[in-house]
Nanobody, 119 residues
Framework: QVQLVESGGGLVQPGGSLRLSCAGSGPVYSIHGMRWYRQAPGKQRELVADITRGGSTNYINSVLGRFTISRDNAKNTVYLQMNSLKPEDTAVYYC?????????????WGQGTQVTVSS
């Protein structure tokens, strides 16, 4: 019922910037954690950044100082601002929400958006 729709990926040169967004739609729900993962060819999926409902953030070391995760609770949306992009940032990026319904916690995933950093 809940769908996460991602946008903002694309092809950029090293040093460029992109802003990813992920918006939830469907019946009302309570969102706790919001996260961005990425998966590069031949590698396992890794957690890039997360943000709590209160705005506390954490990042993988390789993106510190370059990426910023933020959220708009009123819009059920999470963003990932990516600056100073490097070729090693190339991956499919997936958003993930933790949804609380009653006593249960459910994970919802976006469809993925491709980010390619290349000259």
């Amino acid at each position: 019922q809940v769908q996460l729709v991602e946008s903002g990926g694309g092809l950029v040169q090293p040093g460029g910037s992109l802003r990813l967004s992920c918006a939830g739609s469907g019946p009302v729900y309570s969102i706790h954690g919001m996260r961005w993962y990425r998966q590069a060819p031949g590698k396992q999926r890794e957690l890039v950044a997360d943000i709590t409902r209160g705005g506390s953030t954490n990042y993988i070391n390789s993106v510190l100082g370059r990426f910023t995760i933020s959220r708009d609770n009123a819009k059920n949306t999470v963003y990932l601002q990516m600056n100073s992009l490097k070729p090693e940032d190339t991956a499919v990026y997936y958003c993930n929400f933790d949804l609380v319904v009653g006593d249960g916690v459910f994970a919802s995933w976006g469809q993925g958006t491709q980010v390619t950093v290349s000259s």
